[in-house]
């Protein structure tokens, strides 16, 4: 459950939410990504009120979230996991090329296992996908959720090297992390959590560009 949780994602910005476990860290996600409705409250998006809206009409206006446990088609390819991940940019065959190049330039380990079955992968190639996945839709912002868990400290610092690449690309992001050191670092902006409330809100200033206007807001 969430208390008078008011958080704001600003344009450009990487954003931190860390927090104990059951904190809501994962609840706030879902409701920001559609896939949970508030009793009360509100998510604004670009302005604009959403919080009525389904979870398939936001990922089109460009709401992508890597869920916890990574949740892949274990069954499917690489390229097929990856393909299901441009699904609100269907009709749009140049930008999902696009976007499937610029994944693999991320991942190149992606690119020599584009065939095999995701379900077969290491735990950090599946998490790869799962980042990967997240960007197939040209996303306005991007969440995640625990990236960092059951990962290697090698391949959690690739991932965290991966947000600043993002970043610097003009990427908005939505991180929950339980490595609070790595989130912090690499956070513009961060928020603590604490039993379905905010219980503090930091200014990292972690290279931070020109601030941004709010791009999401989610008030629950
Ligand atoms: N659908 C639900 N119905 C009832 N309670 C729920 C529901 N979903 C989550 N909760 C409860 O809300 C609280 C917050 O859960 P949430 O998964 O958001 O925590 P979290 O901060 O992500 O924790 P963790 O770090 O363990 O992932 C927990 O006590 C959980 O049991
Ligand atoms: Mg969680």
């Not at 936001?58 to 709401?63: E, V």
């Not at 499917?76 to 009709?91: F, Q, Y």
């Not at 090329?97 to 077969?120: D, I, Y």
């Amino acid at each position: 459950m969430l208390h008078d949780v008011s958080l704001t994602v600003a344009k450009g910005r990487l954003t931190s939410l860390v927090g104990v476990n059951g904190a809501g860290k994962t609840t706030l996600l879902r409701t920001a990504a559609g896939l949970v409705m508030p009793a009360e409250g509100r998510v604004f998006f670009r302005g604009e009120d959403v919080t009525r809206e389904p979870a398939h009409a936001r990922a089109r206006r460009g709401i992508a979230l890597v869920p916890e446990g990574r949740q892949l088609f274990a069954s499917m390819t690489v390229r097929e996991n990856l393909e299901l991940g441009a699904t609100p940019l269907r009709g749009k065959p140049d930008e999902i090329a696009h976007n499937l190049a610029r994944a693999f330039e991320l991942f190149p380990r992606l690119q020599e296992r584009e065939q095999q079955r995701a379900g077969t992968l290491s735990g950090g190639e599946q998490q790869m996908v799962a980042v990967a996945r997240g960007l197939m839709a040209s996303p306005a912002v991007l969440m995640f959720d625990e990236l960092s868990l059951g990962l290697s400290p090698t391949l959690t610092r690739s991932l965290f090297e991966t947000l600043r690449t993002l970043k610097a690309a003009g990427q908005t992001m939505l991180l929950v992390e339980q490595n609070v050191h790595l989130a912090l670092a690499a956070s513009d902006d961060a928020y603590v959590l604490s039993e379905g409330r905010i219980s503090g809100r930091r200014d990292c200033g972690a290279s931070r560009g020109p601030a941004g206007a709010p791009w999401f807001v989610a008030v629950t």
